[in-house]
């Protein structure tokens, strides 16, 4: 049994609402459907009624819930009491960020930071974009950085979390050159011939931007998804073996780029097209609130100090 299945079964319990719950725990409804059938698999009985709308629980749901809501709670009161033990990592901040923007922005961006605000201490958990969503709002980092575009938003209340814009992020498809510094694999591609396509894996932040470039794109696209991972730098490096085109982020690929290790997939096209198979994201860091009632560490409230100045200058 895991820990998220009973945070689950609370969010049920509070909200009666299977789409609502889900929503709210950052996961698609099928998977928070199934999680809930997990919990009632390990419990052996049945804890929410189906048949009744709003959700209802069953007598056993009921019991479950009280019990649900003294175990987190003193779970949570062991994790506080353990890391108040941790009084030298006071100084130290704890980000949450996906694998790509482990790899590609964070440290970059930690090396300004260090020129423009000073050195700092800092750990970093690195997560899928779900996983790192969760560690924010369990109050299991300081600030959680991640991508954002409009049409994919992350689900957190802006009554209880703030942000801060860092910068900017370019998704294009790139591909490795042939002898003649052309792309090996050159877009749009024909329906009879599909050109073999390296894909992020579903449910994947990056993945569901490219299918909106996809199906924004002006020319039909035809590709053959060959391979698939979650991780950017995993398409990268399938990339420059030449299995395929990948949509990859510009800071990803810039090194590639310049060793001519790598091209872009619309190279020598018309700029309608190359245009259309791109896509700016935002890079944006997130706290929760001082609100909350729960006192920031020192050094991670100054540096959002330092960026929130940042961000109005």
Same mark, same amino acid.
Request: net charge neutral; aromatic share 8%.
């Given at each position: 049994?895991?820990?998220? $299945?009973?945070?689950?079964?609370?969010?049920?319990?509070?909200?009666?609402?299977?789409?609502?719950?889900?929503?709210?725990?950052?996961?698609?409804?099928?998977?928070?459907?199934?999680?809930?059938?997990?919990?009632?698999? $390990?419990?052996?009985?049945?804890? /929410?009624?189906?048949?009744?709308?709003?959700?209802?629980?069953?007598?056993?749901?009921?019991?479950?819930?009280?019990?649900?809501?003294?175990?987190?709670?003193?779970?949570?009161? =062991?994790?506080?009491?353990?890391?108040?033990?941790?009084?030298?990592?006071?100084?130290?901040?704890?980000?949450?960020?996906?694998?790509?923007?482990?790899?590609?922005?964070? *440290?970059?961006?930690?090396?300004?930071?260090?020129?423009?605000?000073?050195?700092?201490?800092?750990?970093?958990?690195?997560?899928?974009?779900?996983?790192? /969503?969760?560690?924010?709002?369990?109050?299991?980092?300081?600030?959680?950085?991640?991508? #954002? #575009?409009?049409?994919? *938003?992350?689900? !957190?209340? =802006?009554?209880?979390?703030? @942000?801060?814009? @860092?910068?900017?992020?370019?998704?294009?498809?790139?591909?490795?050159?042939?002898?003649?510094?052309? *792309?090996?694999?050159?877009? &749009?591609? %024909?329906?009879?011939? *599909?050109?073999?396509? !390296?894909?992020?894996?579903?449910?994947?932040?990056?993945?569901?931007?490219?299918?909106?470039?996809?199906?924004?794109? &002006?020319?039909?696209? #035809?590709?053959?998804?060959?391979?698939?991972?979650?991780?950017?730098?995993?398409?990268?490096?399938?990339?420059?073996?030449?299995?395929?085109?990948?949509?990859?982020?510009?800071?990803?690929?810039?090194?590639? @780029? %310049?060793?001519?290790?790598?091209?872009?997939?619309?190279?020598?096209?018309?700029?309608?097209?190359?245009?259309?198979?791109?896509?700016?994201?935002?890079? %944006?860091?997130?706290?929760?609130?001082?609100?909350?009632?729960?006192?920031?560490?020192?050094?991670?409230?100054? @540096?959002?100090?330092?960026?929130?100045?940042?961000?109005?200058?």
């Amino acid at each position: 049994m895991e820990t998220k $299945w009973l945070e689950d079964f609370v969010s049920l319990a509070e909200t009666r609402s299977f789409s609502r719950s889900a929503v709210l725990r950052h996961v698609t409804q099928p998977a928070f459907s199934r999680r809930i059938q997990s919990l009632e698999a $390990w419990a052996g009985a049945d804890l /929410v009624d189906r048949s009744s709308y709003p959700t209802r629980l069953t007598p056993a749901g009921q019991t479950l819930y009280s019990q649900a809501l003294e175990m987190l709670q003193a779970l949570q009161s =062991t994790r506080a009491m353990l890391r108040g033990h941790q009084s030298a990592g006071q100084d130290v901040i704890e980000f949450a960020v996906p694998h790509t923007l482990a790899f590609t922005f964070f *440290p970059a961006w930690v090396s300004e930071l260090r020129e423009q605000f000073g050195t700092i201490k800092s750990r970093l958990i690195a997560l899928n974009v779900h996983d790192a /969503v969760l560690r924010l709002t369990e109050g299991s980092c300081d600030l959680l950085i991640a991508y #954002h #575009h409009d049409s994919q *938003p992350l689900q !957190l209340d =802006t009554g209880r979390y703030e @942000l801060v814009t @860092l910068g900017q992020e370019v998704l294009s498809p790139y591909v490795k050159p042939d002898a003649d510094g052309q *792309p090996l694999f050159h877009l &749009p591609g %024909r329906a009879s011939q *599909p050109l073999p396509y !390296l894909g992020y894996a579903p449910g994947a932040y990056l993945g569901r931007v490219v299918d909106l470039i996809l199906k924004q794109s &002006p020319t039909a696209i #035809h590709l053959d998804r060959v391979y698939e991972t979650d991780m950017a730098e995993g398409l990268k490096a399938m990339a420059l073996e030449g299995h395929g085109i990948a949509f990859l982020p510009l800071s990803a690929v810039k090194k590639d @780029l %310049r060793a001519k290790k790598l091209v872009s997939a619309t190279l020598g096209t018309g700029k309608e097209l190359q245009g259309g198979l791109q896509m700016t994201l935002d890079i %944006r860091a997130y706290r929760e609130k001082d609100t909350s009632g729960k006192e920031a560490k020192g050094a991670a409230q100054a @540096l959002w100090s330092f960026l929130q100045t940042q961000k109005t200058s």
